[in-house]
């Protein structure tokens, strides 16, 4: 087992993290206060090549893999986890899915336009009453000649309003047994996004309700089989988790990074505060979980990039990962003292943002769950 990165891994890293760092780290803190869309830095982004990171290049994509995803969604997050969610939906979410149960006609018509950010897309699994229990839907697709007609709500929908393509999952029967997902263009009528959700964190990104009222979508615009859409979310959200995994080890490291120079900057009772042990032990701890953290993300990435299971190690990489950076940015804040709680330091952003890497992508109480099913199946 190999533990360390390759050169042109270790390249690609350093070649995002400059790029994060001289655009995005620098207007983080404003989109975050004033909760606006980074729309010119999407943009950047698509320029160079993340927003199709995993997508093949005959596709318009970087054709690169799982680790070089992780690398790049922990070095977004390391600048601002919301710039890092955007990326995360279009990649893991909507293209991934796509190349993987699309017809060559939908790779064709979607992908190059998500893969250079043209638009963004999309994931429209969640309902004000179902989140965890996604499979207990009241979304319906029901199916008139060569169309469906969707009607329902989707809740908390990231990138809601500025999507250009809602990857939609609606059950295709009354009793919402079988689930189908549909590809639905954001012009397409009926389909419309609700007022931007108010939140604690990642306050850059769009999060909205998004509304399907008598949508009309073709046959062709069905991704997957019609019983195939609750395989292709699950399948779908193994992935993602080690995006989230990923983006909560890039929020800890920047909170870890934030309290190391303030505690060699700061001083009390004539010391730097460095120098006390009781900080010492915290960032000793810090550090070890944050790399334990990266471990078990590359692990499940190197699964992933090798075509092997990987559902209980993305599940455990994303549980381990996401308590991690909770757990580090309240201690980062609690280094900072009084100014860890001022606005006017990043540190209570990053202990903001970390809270949603164990809500989204399943809750850590369903990572366990999934990671118990696992245990129990073998
Ligand atoms: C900012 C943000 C962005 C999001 N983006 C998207 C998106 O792009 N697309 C999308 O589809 N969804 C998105 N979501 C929704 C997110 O995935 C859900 O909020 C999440 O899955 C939890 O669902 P819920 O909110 O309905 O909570 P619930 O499912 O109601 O859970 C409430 C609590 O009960 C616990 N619980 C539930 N079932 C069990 C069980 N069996 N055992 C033990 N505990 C349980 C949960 O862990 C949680 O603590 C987003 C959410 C937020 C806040």
Redesign the pocket.
Known sequence: MNFLLTEDQELFRRTVREFAAREIAPVAAEHDEAETYPAENVRKMGELGLMGLTVPTEYGGAGAGAIEYALAMEEVARACAAHS?VLT?NVS?VCEPIYKFGTDEQRERFLPRLTRADIVG??????P??????RNMETRAERDGDHYILNGT???????GVAGLYLV?AATDPHGGRIGAFLIEADRPGLRAGAK?R?L??RA?S?TQVFLEDCRVPVENRLGEEGDGFKIAMTTLDGGRIGIAAQALGIAQAAFDAAVAYAKEREAFGHRIADFQGLQWMMADMATRIDCARLLTYRAAQLKDRGLPFSKEAAMAKLYASETAMWVTTKAVQIHGGYGYSREYDVQRYFRDAK?TE????????Q??VIARHILRD
């Open positions: 969610v939906v979410l999309s994931y429209c699994l969640s309902e009453r179902s989140g965890s229990d996604a989707k809740n908390w929908i990231t990138n809601g999952y959700e939140k964190g990642i990104s999060t949603i809500i989204y992508e399943g809750t850590s109480e369903i366990r769950m």
